[in-house]
């Protein structure tokens, strides 16, 4: 997710294209992963998980496609929510804060989680890689005022009204994604199984009814009064 490196420099005002958002081996880095993955579990017994974010750099084409199919979160239906380090205004599209600059997935979306796992997620599974970390989920990061898919049917579809739901979503994105019946015997045949795998996954943040999908951590959340009321 992360690609390897942050090129944001706050001192000398540099926001680089970085690769956040792209959940994809950088080969220059790691050649070879289809069947460098597989060997560590054969000769060592190591399984891979990788890490996910809800942040997404607004420069990848990754964006863009979700943008195209509104698949991020927005300021309205012409603009994309662009995140901040002050997370109760919209910034311009080129501030840049640790990671780059950019916006966030709509989890709430079943399509975009749908579309999301097929991209990026089932890729990495047919290398045998089928454990994954959510991180950031609460959503750290966040546009108060921003629109999502949220609950159509009960008109609630601002930030506030799925603050609490985010990642729950996002964490039933992966668990759908391994149920669904094509995907399982997609993967039971890249790897050579008689069952569909299970998957592992770990995440940061939850609600109520998170346990049905996810395990939980909670071990490097800022320790303030200010999080603990969010």
């Given at each position: 997710w992360f ?17 956040m958002?792209?959940?994809?081996f ?5 050649p070879?992963?289809e069947t460098?993955?597989p060997k560590?579990?054969t ?11 809800p ?8 964006h863009?496609?979700?943008?195209s199919?509104k ?8 603009e994309?929510?662009?995140?901040t ?25 079943p399509?975009a989680?749908?579309f ?7 890729n990495?599974g ?14 750290e ?29 996002w ?6 994604g391994?149920?669904n019946?094509?995907n ?8 050579g199984?008689?069952?569909p795998?299970r ?16 395990a939980?951590?909670?071990g490097?959340?800022a ?8």
């Amino acid at each position: 997710w992360f690609g390897g490196s942050f090129d944001s420099n706050e001192q000398d005002g540099v926001c680089e294209p970085n690769r956040m958002g792209t959940l994809q081996f950088n080969l220059q880095n790691f050649p070879s992963p289809e069947t460098e993955i597989p060997k560590f579990l054969t000769e060592y017994g190591i399984r891979f998980m990788t890490i996910e974010e809800p942040l997404i750099d607004n420069r990848l084409p990754e964006h863009s496609d979700l943008w195209s199919r509104k698949f991020v979160a927005r300021v309205n239906d012409s603009e994309p929510v662009t995140v901040t380090r002050d997370f109760r205004h919209e910034g311009a599209d080129d501030h840049c804060v640790w990671w780059g600059r950019g916006g966030l997935i709509d989890w709430t979306n079943p399509d975009a989680r749908q579309f999301w796992h097929q991209q990026k997620r089932l890729n990495l599974g047919v290398m045998g890689i089928t454990s994954h970390w959510l991180d950031l989920g609460e959503p750290e990061m966040y546009y108060q005022d921003a629109l999502y898919y949220g609950f159509p049917e009960l008109g609630k579809n601002h930030h506030g009204d799925i603050h609490n739901v985010y990642n729950l979503f996002w964490a039933k994105g992966v668990f759908d994604g391994y149920r669904n019946a094509d995907n399982q015997n997609r993967l039971k045949q890249a790897l050579g199984l008689h069952q569909p795998p299970r998957p592992f996954i770990l995440s940061r943040a939850g609600t109520v009814g998170s346990q049905r999908y996810t395990a939980m951590w909670s071990g490097d959340v800022a320790p303030n009064m200010e999080n603990l009321r969010g």
